[in-house]
DNA sequence: TTAAAATTTTAGATTTGTCTAAAAATATTT
DNA sequence: AAATATTTTTAGACAAATCTAAAATTTTAA
């Protein structure tokens, strides 16, 4: 069962909507898929009909199990595909949305494998959000080490692999403390240190043994 | 003027048709795109008003030169998706086409300039077609040495490097001569030797210094 | 050179995805 | 709780790309 480019654009949005509120309006999906509530209806009506949603006139909607596969399909491609073109074809990270927009609705299960095998089946895209397994299963960004949180993307600092005086004297020094955001500007690859901005404003920064030593989580979602 | 899908399929099959009959007919048309001679007649329409082609009713057409841009550079993304495919996924030669015919109408000249950098400016693809270059020059594949003929495509020996008595008597001990088909079946990194078949049916190993001297030029086109 | 055959075009219909305008249902407010 | 506002759905239309069947044109051949 092959998917339309618009059913997936649909389904995508949907799914990305029912995270956050759980039942799903017809009005939220038009306005972001810069639609009319109209085409929202009729579309609806058709992914009742291939089983993918569970829907009721005017009562919201929402996906079912088959749904949110269909939907964690599509995010897996979406994000294979961004990770490939920053990576591998050094796009800038905010340039990659539109073309990978493009790139999610090729049809082909080979292509996807391939693509993932030769990326190094990565967890996270270069947004930091979490890429899907040919199963649906999606690695939960609970935390993350500091030297592998993606670039210019805000996180908070949630936890510090160690208690020794030395390195939390060091971490007030630089105005760090657990709930600071941070994210990570710069890497030098001669000693393997970085660059961080805390609380968006102060510049730092951090050797690779105190980086290894701190976790960080995602904050704002993007993409 | 980005073009619809379907309007980049009719422009590609007329131009294929068009190299070797010089006009094109209705018919050829529907039956390459196995589609019927009504709805060709309807996209003619299409590509007439879009001032691609060059036109009348029960006459014939051909593809003017905006036509034969469009299509050069659909061919381009065709090809180098076709390179990507097997030379960075590893995918089969005869593998690739579906999947390229959909890459092929990804609509981002960043992405296929990138691309392009990305595998190295390839002249050839993976078939041994010529690649055409972003301002729609193809190499013209006159002889290419069997160094760099690509795998498993049938070619012929047209010129030899030298003239050497040493050289034309291991040659005529091989079977090899001026007009022989020639294919390249594997290639040993060990000693960059090389098995070829002769004539479809004798293999031999050529070395490399034996290859560095053969001049080779495909036979069957294939897309 | 006219009749038959083949090709091409037109006419009218269908599917997908979209739209606007109006009607129906639900939610909000006084 | 009735009036008003908002949301959602329906009705009808349109553009793109396709189809079949019939008409128009060109080609072939008797």
Redesign the interface.
């Known amino acids: 069962m092959p998917f339309t480019a618009a059913e997936e654009n649909y389904i995508k949005t949907i799914f990305q909507l029912q995270l956050v509120e759980g039942m799903v309006s017809t009005n939220s999906v038009a306005s972001t898929l810069e639609t009319s509530a109209a085409s929202v209806t009729d579309m609806l009506k058709k992914l009742k009909l291939k089983k993918l949603l569970v829907y009721e006139k005017y009562k919201g909607f929402k996906l079912n199990n088959e749904g949110k596969k269909a939907a964690l399909s599509i995010i897996r491609k979406h994000r294979l595909w961004e990770t490939f073109?920053v990576n591998?074809?050094?796009?800038k990270w905010d340039?990659v949305h539109?073309?990978a927009e493009?790139?999610e609705h090729?049809?082909?299960n080979?292509?996807i494998d391939?693509?993932d095998n030769?990326l190094g089946n990565p967890q996270f895209d270069p947004h930091g959000d979490p890429i899907p397994d040919a199963t649906g299963k999606m690695p939960v960004m609970t935390q993350i080490n500091l030297t592998k949180f993606p670039l210019h993307i805000v996180g908070e600092v949630c936890s510090v692999g160690s208690q020794s005086s030395d390195m939390l004297s060091l971490l007030s020094h630089k105005q760090i403390e657990i709930g600071s955001t941070i994210s990570v500007e710069q890497f030098f690859a001669f000693d393997e240190s970085i660059d961080v901005k805390i609380n968006n404003t102060l510049m730092v920064n951090i050797s690779a043994k105190l980086a290894q030593h701190l976790y960080v989580k995602k904050l704002n979602y993007a993409s």
Chains 1, 2 share one sequence.
């Not at 591998?88 to 796009?91: E, R």
């Open positions: 073109l591998i074809l050094h796009f340039e539109e073309v493009q790139l090729i049809q082909s080979q292509l391939h693509l030769f």
